[in-house]
């Protein structure tokens, strides 16, 4: 770890309870998380197959799990799960198919495949823009763990109404399909760890630690998925700046960052306040920016 500065080696060698390491663009975060996977599989003596990093992108993940096999090579980095939190919740959803009510090869409906369904249920396959709304509203149920019932009881307008009444007989339909969709690949993991203790203890001896880059693009499942999985062992470092949360418009909470602290209590928060990728003159720019941020 000689290439890292103090505050990076302070968040690589945190493993006492849970971590938040604030982290700016061109801090070296992603050093920070590759780094310490290497140094609890090799100083820590965690197994690689308890390991699981998270973050938002294929190629984030990529990029993650390429630097973190040329630190830990061989055996030591057998089992390692770099992903994204959908192929997490993919994963979790194979393994566990029959707690779930799924048949082997289940199918997964894209956003084309879900609003040809829409459709079809409201015998509108033209109604584009009415398409469009209901499942853009179904999406935003499902991120943030609203079942059909609750759905209904809040519409606030008819849009909506119709939206949460479409919303239970997709998602009947879904299954006669032995399908889910994207959404559910969250929603489904996080509800079964919540309402089944036995469930959500055999993952969490899975995973003895968790590591999630972007912490601020979270969604409300995202976050409830993470907190589940940690439980109170409390092994969990997540990296996040909510100077740079761009996703709010599909339900992404850059406040998960505030949320962090109340669910966990004995929150450490480091600062990576280096920047290795930009000019001072760019820095000075981007700060005055960021400045008016609420």
Known sequence: MTDLNPRQREAVRHISGPLLVLAGAGSGKTSVITQKIAYLIQECGIPASKIVAVTFTNKASREMKE????????????????????NLGLNILRREMEFFG?????SIFDAEDSKGLIGELLHQENASD???????????????????????SRAENDAELLAAKVYEVYNRHLR??????????????????????ELREKWQNRVHYLLVDEYQDTNSAQYLLVKLLV???????????????????RGARPENLVELTKDFPSLTVVKLEQNYRSTGRILKAANAVIANNP
């Open 67 to 86: 630097r973190a096999g040329k630190l830990v090579q061989g055996k030591e980095a057998r089992g390692l799960t770099v992903s994204t939190f959908h």
């Open 231 to 249: 439980g109170s062992r409390g092994a969990l470092t997540a990296v996040g700046d909510d100077d740079q949360s761009i996703y709010a418009w």
């Open 130 to 152: 009415k398409i469009d709304l209901i499942r853009n509203l179904i999406s935003s149920f499902k991120n943030e763990l609203v079942s059909p019932a609750e759905a209904v």
């Open 102 to 106: 799924l048949k082997s090869g289940f």
């Open 176 to 197: 006669a399909y032995n399908a889910v969709d994207f959404d559910d690949l969250i929603l489904l993991p996080t509800t079964g760890f919540r309402d089944n203790k």
